[in-house]
């Protein structure tokens, strides 16, 4: 029921064009390629356990994503480490956690893959079940859930069958 409420929500995210409110201080920049606005306050980046919290859930989505066969040949690689500390920045600074997520853009980190909506989902449920498994309070998945949805539109780039960039060269 849970999961099924939360890919609503997504869904509907995406649907409507989330916008893109809540800038922590309007005078502070944030990173060009973050993909949205950081959050106000820190609330959501405490009720995440801090970076250090942020590291653990993403130990865990690694791990989950490489469990999934519909996830897996996109994270079953040499990139794991890297990935996971671009995803700490990206969520640390979304969240207003006080860092700079220095990777690129949506658009450009997912070029080179064919990504459609199952593995795109299956994502969103790993991310899911790793958030669950460190107790991420419900209301401050969502509000991190609705910072992330409208990226959606940079990172699904099919309606095919998915494939991994090394399989597509």
Do not use: W
Not at 69 to 85: G, H, L, S, V, W
């Amino acid at each position: 029921m849970k999961l099924k409420l939360m890919m609503a929500i997504l869904s509907m995210s995406v649907g409507l064009g989330f916008s893109q409110t809540g800038i922590a201080n309007e005078t502070m920049a944030h990173s060009a390629n973050l993909g949205n606005t950081p959050m106000e306050g820190t609330e959501t980046f405490q009720a995440f356990g801090g970076k250090e919290g942020l590291v653990k859930i993403m130990d865990d989505f690694m791990i989950g994503l490489v469990a999934d066969p519909r996830t897996k040949p996109f994270f079953d690689n040499e990139k794991q480490t890297f990935i996971k500390a671009m995803l700490v920045e990206q969520m640390c600074e979304l969240m207003n956690g006080g860092c700079k997520y220095p990777g690129r853009d949506m658009k450009t980190t997912h070029a080179s893959m064919k990504v459609n909506r199952e593995a795109f989902n299956a994502l969103v449920e790993q991310f899911q079940f790793a958030m669950d498994k460190h107790n991420v309070p419900f209301n401050a998945q969502n509000k991190l859930l609705a910072k992330l949805a409208p990226m959606y539109r940079d990172v699904e780039s099919t309606t095919g069958d998915a494939v991994p960039p090394a399989a597509s060269k």
